[in-house]
């Protein structure tokens, strides 16, 4: 049999070159196939390790965090004792889950706990806030927070022979962190003069409708 006219076979020259051209094709096939495999493998053993890494990390933000907080511990307890001269104690508990940390913070007088809120009449809070307030300002960072802080009426609860302790602890912070406070307090004068760099008192308006009156006392 003669094939019919216009459907001439190829020439065995170019069914060479596709049969080449086929088998490079199955070549890279095959490679790209074997790299998929590959891959595969490795996200499949990742994804095995992935909740042994995040319990590790969990730990290791544990124990940061743990570091962290005993220096906080020590120094909130260091202030309430200095302040209010009794054996009370700052201790705290921390949570991390999936990076994630809760931080509850108790009070403890001879290993038993006392309300945090109104401990001694709400100085204990009052005192504690204080020093966190001043610990979160101080870790930010310097070219996004100018470091200030207002204190209102932090004193409130304190009796008038305590006001001079916190004022003084308040003091040594602010210059060891180079923070500029303002604080307000209604107490006497003579109870903080000794650690403030300037005295204001806000006083009556002379007519009404006039508003507050700002007078520089000393500095």
Not at 17 to 40: K, N
Not at 50 to 73: C, H, K, M, W, Y
Not at 158 to 171: C, E, G, K, S
Request: include cysteine; proline fraction near 5%; charged fraction near 25%.
């Amino acid at each position: 049999m003669t094939p019919a006219a216009g459907n001439q076979l190829p020439r065995p020259e170019e069914v060479r070159q596709r049969f080449q051209a086929l088998q490079v094709r199955r070549q890279m096939l095959q490679i790209r196939q074997q790299q998929a495999r590959t891959q595969h493998e490795e996200l499949t053993a990742f994804l095995g390790l992935a909740p042994g890494i995040a319990t590790r990390l969990d730990a290791l933000s544990q124990n940061l965090f743990g570091d962290i907080l005993a220096e906080v511990e020590r120094n909130l307890t260091y202030a309430l004792q200095e302040i209010l001269e009794q054996d009370l104690k700052v201790v705290s508990s921390t949570e991390v889950k999936r990076g994630k940390a809760t931080i509850s913070f108790a009070v403890e007088r001879d290993g038993q706990r006392e309300d945090i809120l109104t401990g001694q009449g709400g100085s204990v809070c009052n005192i504690i806030s204080v020093g966190l307030r001043l610990i979160a300002l101080s870790q930010l960072p310097d070219r996004e927070h100018r470091r200030f802080l207002i204190l209102d009426e932090q004193d409130c609860w304190l009796r008038p022979d305590l006001v001079p302790r916190l004022m003084a602890i308040i003091h040594t912070i602010a210059q060891k962190l180079n923070f500029q406070l303002l604080v307000i307090s209604h107490h006497d004068v003579s109870l903080f003069r000794e650690y403030a760099d300037r005295i204001y008192r806000l006083a009556p308006a002379p007519k009404p409708g006039d508003g507050v009156r700002l007078e520089l006392l000393e500095g």
